[in-house]
């Protein structure tokens, strides 16, 4: 079975500040992990994925997130907070159910940028 | 569009209502996946298709839920009997295979029912 907590359902942030939204997760298989964007009123965007090999993973919008193994997290960081940013944030991890594919999600971390 | 479609965009029902919502998936894509997302929660998987076969139904909430789908194509879920509780929006993704683990999904803008 795999699960996905993220830590704060609500993050705010200043115009220009660090971004951090908070992904730990469990799996019982080598994970994958993926962070999706939803902006408001539209569908779920990939922002970025890990797979194998780098575990510095680098997405669009200059997001990016490290896989730690060590610490099963998978934290998504910005340097530097944009308005456009604001919208909600899923954290997922694939796992698998009757042999077929399975994504988790998590609960979503909206987050806020203050001007 | 090249998009995943999803139709209506919109749904209010009376409670005790059926309602069926449409997803048209990207076209060529094996993989088929409905969720829920009601108002303040995470996304909840309800069933996977690959083809026009469901391997995973196991987060349908109840025998109220039931999906199809044809071939690769569109598929429709389908709620008998509508409860105020099924208010959510109800979201559709596909993908290219469904194997791996590893793929992306790529989502439709969801469908939002209101059941008065």
């Known amino acids: 079975a795999q699960s996905v907590t993220q830590l704060g359902s609500h993050v705010s942030v200043s115009e220009g500040a660090l971004v951090l939204l908070r992904c730990n997760y469990s799996?019982?298989?080598?994970?994958?992990l993926f962070w999706y964007v939803q902006y408001p009123n539209q569908g779920l965007q990939l922002l970025l994925k890990?797979?194998?090999?780098?575990?510095l993973v680098k997405g669009i919008n200059g997001f990016e997130a490290e896989f730690k193994k060590s610490e099963t997290s998978f934290h998504l960081t910005k340097p530097s907070a944009h308005m456009s940013d604001a919208a909600e944030y899923f954290c997922?991890?694939?796992?698998?159910?009757?042999?077929?594919?399975?994504?988790?999600f998590g609960t979503g971390t909206k987050l806020q940028v203050i001007p | 569009g090249a998009g995943v479609s999803q139709s209506p965009s919109n749904k209010v029902t009376e409670k005790g209502k059926d309602v069926e919502l449409r997803c048209d998936p990207i076209?060529?894509?094996?993989?088929l996946y409905w969720y829920r997302q009601r108002l303040g929660q995470g996304l909840e998987f309800l069933i996977y298709f690959q083809g026009n076969s469901a391997p995973d139904k196991s987060g349908l909430p109840s025998d109220r839920f039931s999906a199809e789908r044809t071939g690769e194509s569109v598929s429709t879920l389908t709620i008998q009997r509508t409860q105020q509780e099924d208010s959510a929006v109800y979201l559709c993704a596909s993908s290219p295979s469904g194997q791996g683990g590893f793929e992306t999904q790529y989502f439709g803008p969801g469908t939002r029912l209101l059941v008065l």
């Open positions: 890990y797979t194998t090999g780098a575990t």
């Open positions: 076209s060529g894509h094996t993989a």
């Open positions: 799996s019982s298989v080598p994970p994958y």
């Open positions: 997922a991890v694939r796992g698998y159910s009757g042999g077929y594919q399975k994504v988790t």
